[in-house]
Protein backbone atom coordinates (compact mmCIF):
# COMPACT_ATOMS: atom_id res chain seq x y z
CA UNK A 1 0.00 0.00 0.00
CA UNK A 2 1.29 3.65 -0.64
CA UNK A 3 -0.07 7.09 0.78
CA UNK A 4 0.84 9.39 3.41
CA UNK A 5 -2.52 8.93 5.70
CA UNK A 6 -2.30 6.63 8.93
CA UNK A 7 -4.82 4.90 11.23
CA UNK A 8 -4.03 5.23 14.21
CA UNK A 9 -5.76 2.17 15.75
CA UNK A 10 -4.36 -0.39 13.22
CA UNK A 11 -1.40 1.52 11.93
CA UNK A 12 -2.77 1.03 8.25
CA UNK A 13 -1.35 2.92 4.95
CA UNK A 14 -4.10 4.78 3.66
CA UNK A 15 -3.72 6.91 0.75
CA UNK A 16 -6.71 9.13 0.93
CA UNK A 17 -7.52 11.43 3.91
CA UNK A 18 -11.05 9.39 5.88
CA UNK A 19 -11.95 6.19 7.01
CA UNK A 20 -9.19 3.72 7.31
CA UNK A 21 -9.38 1.16 4.37
CA UNK A 22 -7.53 -1.23 6.52
CA UNK A 23 -10.70 -1.74 9.06
CA UNK A 24 -12.98 1.11 8.84
CA UNK A 25 -11.50 3.33 11.70
CA UNK A 26 -10.74 6.77 11.36
CA UNK A 27 -10.04 9.75 10.61
CA UNK A 28 -6.75 8.98 9.41
CA UNK A 29 -4.05 11.29 10.18
CA UNK A 30 -1.67 12.77 7.68
CA UNK A 31 1.77 11.30 8.15
CA UNK A 32 3.91 13.99 6.34
CA UNK A 33 3.09 15.99 9.22
CA UNK A 34 6.37 15.65 11.90
CA UNK A 35 4.19 16.17 15.69
CA UNK A 36 1.47 13.39 13.92
CA UNK A 37 4.65 10.68 13.44
CA UNK A 38 5.98 12.16 16.95
CA UNK A 39 2.85 11.14 18.96
CA UNK A 40 2.32 7.43 16.93
CA UNK A 41 5.83 6.66 17.45
CA UNK A 42 5.58 7.89 21.39
CA UNK A 43 2.44 5.89 21.70
CA UNK A 44 3.86 2.92 19.83
CA UNK A 45 7.04 2.70 22.12
CA UNK A 46 4.38 2.63 25.21
CA UNK A 47 2.51 0.13 24.53
CA UNK A 48 5.38 -2.13 23.38
CA UNK A 49 6.86 -1.17 26.82
CA UNK A 50 3.63 -2.35 28.46
CA UNK A 51 3.39 -5.14 26.17
CA UNK A 52 6.84 -5.89 27.76
CA UNK A 53 6.14 -5.24 31.31
CA UNK A 54 3.41 -7.88 31.43
CA UNK A 55 5.74 -10.45 30.82
CA UNK A 56 8.46 -10.08 33.49
CA UNK A 57 6.53 -11.84 36.12
CA UNK A 58 6.32 -14.63 34.20
CA UNK A 59 10.00 -14.58 33.26
CA UNK A 60 10.83 -14.04 37.43
CA UNK A 61 8.46 -17.16 38.10
CA UNK A 62 9.89 -18.82 35.14
CA UNK A 63 13.73 -18.13 36.36
CA UNK A 64 12.59 -18.59 40.25
CA UNK A 65 10.85 -21.27 40.91
CA UNK A 66 12.90 -23.82 38.68
CA UNK A 67 16.19 -22.95 40.34
CA UNK A 68 15.40 -22.74 43.93
CA UNK A 69 13.57 -26.15 42.75
CA UNK A 70 16.68 -27.47 41.74
CA UNK A 71 18.45 -26.58 44.44
CA UNK A 72 15.76 -27.75 47.10
CA UNK A 73 16.00 -31.33 45.38
CA UNK A 74 19.85 -31.86 45.23
CA UNK A 75 20.56 -29.65 48.96
CA UNK A 76 18.12 -29.08 51.03
CA UNK A 77 20.21 -27.66 54.19
CA UNK A 78 21.50 -25.40 51.57
CA UNK A 79 18.24 -24.54 50.32
CA UNK A 80 17.07 -23.46 53.60
CA UNK A 81 20.14 -21.44 54.17
CA UNK A 82 19.32 -19.58 50.97
CA UNK A 83 15.40 -18.89 51.44
CA UNK A 84 15.52 -18.81 55.60
CA UNK A 85 18.78 -16.73 56.51
CA UNK A 86 18.98 -12.80 55.96
CA UNK A 87 21.95 -12.62 54.18
CA UNK A 88 21.10 -15.79 52.22
CA UNK A 89 17.42 -14.66 51.32
CA UNK A 90 18.72 -11.29 50.53
CA UNK A 91 21.73 -12.49 47.95
CA UNK A 92 19.26 -15.07 46.51
CA UNK A 93 16.78 -12.48 45.59
CA UNK A 94 19.60 -10.78 44.32
CA UNK A 95 20.82 -13.25 42.07
CA UNK A 96 17.66 -14.18 41.30
CA UNK A 97 16.60 -10.48 40.42
CA UNK A 98 19.81 -10.21 38.06
CA UNK A 99 19.10 -13.23 36.14
CA UNK A 100 15.23 -12.93 36.11
CA UNK A 101 15.84 -9.24 34.19
CA UNK A 102 18.95 -11.04 31.99
CA UNK A 103 16.46 -13.37 30.37
CA UNK A 104 13.74 -10.82 30.34
CA UNK A 105 15.98 -8.96 28.09
CA UNK A 106 16.76 -11.80 26.04
CA UNK A 107 13.24 -13.01 25.42
CA UNK A 108 11.98 -9.54 24.37
CA UNK A 109 14.84 -8.80 21.74
CA UNK A 110 14.58 -12.39 20.91
CA UNK A 111 10.58 -11.83 20.19
CA UNK A 112 9.87 -8.01 19.69
CA UNK A 113 6.63 -6.40 19.65
CA UNK A 114 5.55 -6.11 16.52
CA UNK A 115 5.96 -2.26 15.65
CA UNK A 116 2.77 -1.39 13.42
CA UNK A 117 3.81 2.59 12.57
CA UNK A 118 7.28 1.19 10.85
CA UNK A 119 6.28 2.32 7.62
CA UNK A 120 6.36 6.17 8.78
CA UNK A 121 9.67 6.39 9.01
CA UNK A 122 9.97 6.58 5.28
CA UNK A 123 8.29 9.53 5.39
CA UNK A 124 11.00 11.73 7.13
ZN1 LIG B 1 -7.06 1.19 10.48
Not at 3 to 27: K, L
Not at 50 to 74: D, F, H, N, Q, T
Not at 99 to 108: D, L, Q
Amino acid sequence: MSGFYVCSDCGGRNAQPGACSACGEGPVLDGRRPEVRDELWKSQELMIRKKERRLLPLVILGVSVPCLGAVAMYNQTLFLGLVFSPLGSLMTAGSLAVISFAVWRAVCKAFPVKRTFDWLSELR
